[in-house]
């Protein structure tokens, strides 16, 4: 059973950084991917990035030039940086894990981000 903890959430001001950070735990898949969603409130949950076992990497446009996506080699561990963050930032970030023949999806619990004006 594949578990997902995340961290690295935080309240931060507008224009500062924050980096994310989230392990899949139990992974025994040799192709997968990883990534981040987000959902603030009375919004739909938003993908942001997306990165796979062989680090290809794939961004939705809302993220891009702002959020990097990176990944451990070691052990299934993603990263996600914000930059430049602002208020229509904050949201309850969720890691996700994806892997398996008839795909599956695991979630983590989600880390708030709250950014200040």
């Known amino acids: 059973q594949v578990q997902l903890a995340e961290s690295g959430g935080g309240l931060v001001q507008s224009g500062e950084s924050l980096r994310l950070s989230c392990t899949a735990s139990g992974n025994h898949f040799s192709m997968w991917t990883l990534g981040w969603y987000r959902q603030a409130p009375g919004k739909e949950r938003e993908e942001l990035a997306t990165i796979t076992d062989t680090g290809f990497t794939h961004y939705a446009n809302s993220a891009k030039g702002r959020f990097t996506i990176s990944k451990d080699n070691v052990e299934s561990t993603i990263y996600l940086h914000l930059d430049s963050l602002t208020p229509e930032d904050t949201a309850t970030y969720f890691c996700?894990?994806?892997?398996?023949?008839?795909?599956?999806?695991?979630w983590g619990q989600g880390t708030q981000v709250t950014v200040s004006s």
């Open positions: 996700f894990f994806r892997a398996g023949k008839i795909p599956r999806t695991w």
